[in-house]
């Protein structure tokens, strides 16, 4: 990502939240929206899931936001196990005037985007690491790119495959990667660029 990364901060129904923005070259495509790992277990907009995540946008041409769930840096509010966070995704998407976002997410914040595809007709979403033990995870549409580490241990690979099945929601498996794609980034970041239009 250049170095033009810029913080916004948009109001949301728990009060401020903070946003790291990067924008493209040229005239933005649209608006991808990033979020991060579980709050209360050290997730911030700055996890390198969720930066790979952004990059691969800013390259495909989105504007990527990175916001802050609540109770982290600058955001207000407390932790509200994925309710209140996908109000406050939603409240980004307003202040942004978003029609058909690209959703993105990585563990908890998969889990919260998928929730949001509820309230939201996302573009299309890309779920990394979906946290489908912690709370009941819905359907989500059809064209979602979902990517799982073929040896995450925080959210073994064969909850995910389970999920998936009655949605016939093909997952594509990174071989070796763990839950944080530690030395599997760049192959992170090539399968979202290269699995778009």
Request: hydrophobic content about 45%; glycine content about 10%.
């Amino acid at each position: 990502m250049r170095a033009t990364t810029r913080r916004e901060l948009v109001q949301g129904p728990a009060g401020t939240i903070e946003c790291a923005v990067d924008d493209p070259e040229g005239a933005p495509r649209g608006i991808a929206l990033v979020a991060h790992p579980h709050p209360l277990f050290g997730g911030t907009l700055d996890n390198k899931v969720v930066q790979t995540l952004a990059r691969a946008f800013v390259e495909l041409g989105y504007s990527a936001w990175r916001p802050n769930f609540r109770g982290v840096g600058a955001s207000g509010g407390a932790h509200d196990e994925g309710r209140g966070e996908a109000d406050d995704l939603v409240a980004v998407l307003e202040h942004l005037k978003a029609e058909k976002p690209v959703l993105a997410g990585f563990s908890f914040g998969a889990a919260v985007q998928a929730r949001l595809s509820q309230k939201v007709a996302p573009e299309r979403m890309v779920l990394v690491g979906l946290a489908v033990q912690k709370s009941a995870v819905p359907a989500v549409p059809a064209n979602t790119l979902l990517i799982h580490g073929e040896k995450d241990d925080t959210v073994p690979l064969a909850a995910v495959l389970e999920w998936a099945l009655p949605q016939d929601l093909p997952v594509v498996v990174v071989p070796g990667a763990d839950h944080f794609f530690h030395r599997r980034l760049n192959v992170l970041r090539a399968i979202v660029t290269s699995n778009w239009k």
